[in-house]
């Protein structure tokens, strides 16, 4: 579904990523994980459009979309969700809904309408008239991803869906992102730690300074927990990092 070749971006003439390579098969979950400033956040916005490839190329399907702009890759399949959630805050829950289906895909056969975001995700059903100062984190990244679901997306891309949240509603959101390759959606997420990765995707790169360092299946992640640490670079001084992917471990 997305293949990245000698991927290179940056901002202001400065190179954040450098030569990356991501194959992303359709229909599975891969996780980037990385300290802040490895590039994440600048990955996630390549593939998305926002931040232009300055050398190699991104392949969606079977489609170079390396020069397309944002809103073309965003019609083509490509669906975000931005960290910080980034909802309105004075729209209301059914109002953010309903101008992300937008009048164009009122049509039979969208895979997701309004109504259906609203059965995946109960609470957005129960919060319709509330607006978006008035959610909580949790409810506010639901939100942000029922909304990205809307733009009928191949390819999901979470920048850090878990920041900031409570344990509870992280596991929630794990839940979540494991259940939607069964409706067809490939994901790519981002996120600073391995024990969400971990939980929810199949693949793990690590990306440091921009690069990728290491490649791993969750399965070799869960027998060997320290081996993420490592290839972060930190091995001994990331004791937080190694201690949550062994609490994943431990629970099997």
């Known amino acids: 579904m997305l293949s990245l070749s000698g991927l290179t971006s940056g901002y202001d003439g400065g190179t954040v990523l450098h030569g990356l390579d991501l194959e992303i098969p359709e229909g599975s979950v891969h996780a980037v994980v990385g300290h802040n400033g490895a590039g994440k956040t600048t990955l996630i916005h390549t593939v998305a459009g926002l931040v232009p490839a300055s050398a190699g190329r991104v392949r969606l399907g079977d489609a170079d979309v390396t020069k397309h702009p944002a809103h073309r890759r965003a019609r083509g399949g490509v669906g975000l969700v931005p960290q910080g959630r980034r909802v309105f805050p004075g729209l209301t829950v059914q109002e953010h809904l309903t101008l992300a289906f937008g009048g164009r895909r009122r049509r039979a056969g969208a895979q997701w309408t309004p109504d259906s975001v609203k059965e995946l995700l109960p609470r957005l059903a129960e919060r319709a008239g509330h607006r978006g100062r008035q959610l909580s984190g949790g409810e506010q990244q639901m939100l942000a991803i029922a909304r990205a679901l809307l733009g009928q997306p191949r390819l999901l891309l979470l920048d850090e869906p878990t920041e900031g949240l409570a ?64 290839a972060m670079g930190h091995a001994t001084a990331e004791g937080e990092v190694v201690h949550s992917v062994g609490d994943l471990a431990a629970r099997g």
């Open 167 to 230: 344990p509870l509603i992280v596991q929630d959101i794990a839940n979540l992102v494991k259940t939607l390759p069964e409706q067809g959606l490939t994901i790519l997420v981002a996120a600073p730690r391995p024990a969400l990765a971990v939980d929810v995707a199949e693949r793990i790169t690590i990306l440091v300074a921009g690069r990728a360092a290491k490649e791993f299946t969750a399965a070799e992640l869960r027998e060997q927990p320290d081996l993420a640490a490592e």
